[in-house]
């Protein structure tokens, strides 16, 4: 399967404890693209890469919240002391960007759903 | 925060009837997407149009874009059971700099057809 990919599909976890989730795209994507989703909402964008290097981050990710793409390859995805609001799914995409302007559409993983209880 | 709206929240038709949902955003965009949801696939890139188009069409799918009004609409034809799922808008922004390729996405219209 050469779609995205994300681990892992489900994590539950206890109020204050830390969670990191990878994704890793398709391979020749140059821009990785984080979302939360919750429940009856559309997905909310969170933060994007091109190559390695960290473009956009949304007010949504807070400090506790950090994401990085060593080499350009895959990305981590990480929240500390997480909180019953972080309950959600957390949705990778990947796509191609030129700045000739060419294609955007995106190529979305499963998800992550992650529980805080 | 949401860019679009959706409009209807929820729709349940038959099969092979048509179904026809509707986004209205409120910014100046690059493009606007088409997505679907479902339980089993996750979300799957339909169609994308630019805001120098008007209309496109993709198989059964026609979508149409009113930049005037910042609205689009997509058009399923001769729907089927498998069609069941939600449908989201998303608007691509940005000229250059670093909004390129970011999207946002509507709240979705939830598609439910009826063997």
């Known amino acids: 399967d050469t779609g995205v990919s994300q681990d892992p599909r489900h994590k539950i976890t206890k109020r204050g404890q830390n969670v990191t989730f990878r994704c890793d795209p398709i391979?020749?994507?140059?821009?990785l693209y984080w979302y939360r989703q919750t429940l009856g909402q559309g997905p909310e964008f969170l933060t994007y890469?091109?190559?390695?290097?960290?473009?956009?981050k949304s007010r949504l990710l807070s400090d506790r919240f950090s994401a990085e793409r060593p080499k350009g390859s895959f990305s981590t995805l990480e929240i500390q002391r997480t909180e019953q609001g972080d309950s959600a799914m957390y949705l990778c995409a990947s796509s191609l960007g030129r700045s000739s302007g060419s294609r955007y559409e995106q190529y979305f993983g499963p998800g992550t759903r992650l529980t805080v209880t | 925060s949401q860019q679009g709206e959706e409009d209807p929240q929820a729709l349940s038709i038959q099969e092979g009837e048509n179904a026809t949902m509707n986004c209205s955003y409120k910014t100046s965009i690059n493009n606007l997407q088409w997505y679907r949801q479902n339980s089993g696939r996750g979300l799957v890139h339909l169609i994308l149009?630019?805001?120098?188009?008007r209309e496109k069409h993709s198989g059964r799918l026609r979508v149409t874009l009113d930049t005037s009004k910042k609205s689009s609409s997509l058009l399923i034809t001769a729907s089927r059971a498998a069609d069941t799922a939600s449908y989201f808008c998303a608007t691509g922004h940005g000229a250059g700099g670093t909004s390129y390729g970011k999207l946002t996405f509507g709240q979705g219209t939830i598609l439910t057809v009826h063997p």
């Open positions: 890469f091109q190559n390695e290097a960290q473009l956009e």
């Open positions: 149009i630019r805001s120098n188009e």
């Open positions: 391979s020749e994507h140059n821009r």
